[in-house]
């Protein structure tokens, strides 16, 4: 039985050819290439996962090396996500940076997580609540973070090195080392 090979391991056999793509695209305009990564958020096999990201080392504030995007997951304002090393987006996830996310290293975020780096203000006038203003805060996930399927990591939040967050938490505020879950998501223990 052969070994398989990890999938960092065939990032680094690549890595010339994702150099050459990275650096073909760094000329399109950032507008063309935010179109030709959401044209190909759903394309398929190493070729959609290989595209999705050289363009998000272009469209990204910050991208470190190894960062793996699944089908179908949504990015909005990546001007304003800086990305370290060896991240994992899987499928469906949903990440709007447009009050700044700073993700560190070595961070799986499983599918359909979604990472909103804003409120919305709801305060009863004239105005219906649709259209009031946006309230932006930064958010950041230290480095050895497992986010697990269904989270919702809210506006303000920041999170210190070696957090796991439960499956379908709705996590804000200040989260230091440990296991997190629930609704709201508390400490359940130290790791």
């Known amino acids: 039985m052969k070994n398989k090979i990890s999938g960092r391991e065939k990032l680094n056999r690549w890595n010339w050819l994702i150099n050459i793509l990275s ?3 760094a000329v399109f305009p950032h507008g063309l290439c935010n179109i030709m990564f959401n044209l190909i958020s759903g394309m398929p096999t190493i070729l959609g996962t290989l595209f999705r990201y050289v363009l998000i080392r ?3 504030a910050k991208s470190g090396k190894n960062i793996y995007i699944g089908r179908w997951c949504t990015f909005k304002n990546i001007g304003k996500l800086d990305l370290g090393n060896n991240i994992s987006f899987h499928e469906y ?3 709007d ?3 700044g996310i700073k993700i560190g290293d070595n961070v799986s975020i499983a599918h359909s997580v979604s990472i909103l780096s804003f409120d919305h203000s709801f305060v ?3 105005i219906p609540f649709k259209y009031q203003a946006l309230s932006t805060e930064k958010i950041t996930v ?3 973070v497992w986010v697990g399927c269904g989270v919702r990591i809210l506006s ?3 999170t210190d090195n070696n957090v796991v967050i439960a499956a379908n938490a709705v996590i804000k505020g200040m989260v230091s080392s440990g296991l997190y879950a629930g609704v709201p998501a508390t400490k359940k ?3």
């Open 93 to 95: 996830c949903y990440i």
């Open 23 to 25: 650096s073909i695209v």
């Open 156 to 158: 303000g939040t920041t």
């Open 189 to 191: 223990r130290d790791l």
């Open 124 to 126: 009863k006038s004239d």
């Open 97 to 99: 940076a447009i009050g």
């Open 142 to 144: 230290g480095d050895n």
């Open 58 to 60: 272009r469209l990204a």
